[in-house]
C-alpha cells in the first residue's frame, strides 16, 4: 500500500520536470501527504498543468464523499475488474508526482524510499469527479503494485513508480488499456534506495523538514 509521500522540491523544479504551469500561489511542499489532503497531480483531461485533487478516490456514483478515506490505493492486479477503480481506469489517468514514498515494518518502524539519483518521479494514478448539489470534489488514488526486493523487505506493496518514458502516454486515453496495465509494475532494485526515519512520520500533522531525514543512531 501506499498511505504517506513526499513532494519536496521547489515549484519551478517541478515544473521544469513536468513540463508543467505550477500556479506558486497555490503549489505548497509537503514532506508527510496522506490520504484526505489535497495533492498536486497532472490529469489526463489538463497535462499541460498541474491540478490539485483530494487524495482517496470518490467515485462518481458514490451516495456520500466518506469512502474516499477507503479508496486512496488502487490494486494494479485488479484495477479493471473494480466498479470503483474500473472506470477511472479507462478515462481518467493521472500522474503523481513525489519524491519519496514512506512503508512500515511489521514492528511500526518507517523507512522512507526514493529513487537514487534522488530524482522526481510520478506514481501512475486515478482519478474521479464527484458531484452533490453545488459540491464537486476531484480526487484520486494511487495505484499499487508487488513490492520489487527494496520495499518488499519491509512491504509487501509498493506504488507504482512509472517510467518516465511512460508518463506521457499513461496521460493518453487513446492507448489501449492492456499497454497501459503493461506499465504497473513494481520499479526496478537497482534504482530504489530507503533508509529509516525517525516516528514523527506517524503523524500526519508532523509535516516538517525533519521527517524525510534519516533516523539518528543514539
Known amino acids: ?14 515544473g521544469k520536470r513536468f513540463n508543467v504551469r505550477v500556479p506558486e500561489n497555490t503549489y505548497k511542499i509537503r514532506y508527510n501527504a496522506g490520504p484526505g489532503q489535497s495533492m498536486p497531480v497532472i490529469s489526463s483531461h489538463k497535462p499541460e498543468q498541474i491540478s490539485f485533487f483530494q487524495w482517496g478516490l470518490i467515485p ?12 486512496f490505493n488502487a ?4 484495477l479493471d475488474e473494480k466498479p470503483s477503480f474500473g472506470e477511472s481506469f479507462k478515462r481518467k489517468r493521472c500522474l503523481v508526482p513525489a519524491d519519496g514514498f514512506y512503508e512500515w515494518d511489521k514492528d511500526h518502524n518507517p523507512y522512507r524510499f526514493v529513487l ?3 530524482e522526481l ?28 526486493r527494496i520495499v518488499g523487505k519491509i512491504h509487501e506493496r509498493m506504488p507504482v513508480i512509472l517510467n518516465p518514458k511512460d508518463e506521457k502516454a499513461w496521460l493518453d486515453l487513446d492507448l489501449n488499456l492492456e499497454a497501459a496495465k503493461s506499465m504497473l509494475k513494481s520499479f526496478p532494485d537497482r534504482s530504489v534506495k530507503s533508509f529509516a526515519v525517525e516516528r514523527l512520520v506517524n503523524n500526519v ?14
Do not use: Q
Not at 451516495?63 to 479508496?71: H, N, V
Not at 490494486?75 to 485488479?78: D, Q, V
Not at 506514481?123 to 503494485?145: C, M, P, R
Open 75 to 78: 490494486r494494479a492486479e485488479t
Open 205 to 218: 500533522k508532523n509535516d516538517i523538514p525533519e521527517v524525510v531525514l534519516p533516523k539518528k543512531n543514539l
Open 1 to 14: 500500500m501506499c498511505a504517506r509521500y513526499s513532494i519536496t522540491v521547489p515549484a519551478e523544479t517541478f
Open 121 to 148: 518521479f510520478a506514481l501512475a494514478g486515478i482519478y474521479d469527479v464527484w458531484e452533490s448539489g453545488d459540491k464537486i470534489i476531484n480526487s484520486f488514488s494511487i495505484i499499487t503494485t508487488e513490492a520489487n
Open 60 to 71: 462518481h456514483w458514490a451516495k456520500d464523499e466518506t469512502i474516499g478515506s477507503k479508496l
Open 116 to 118: 537514487k539519483d534522488n
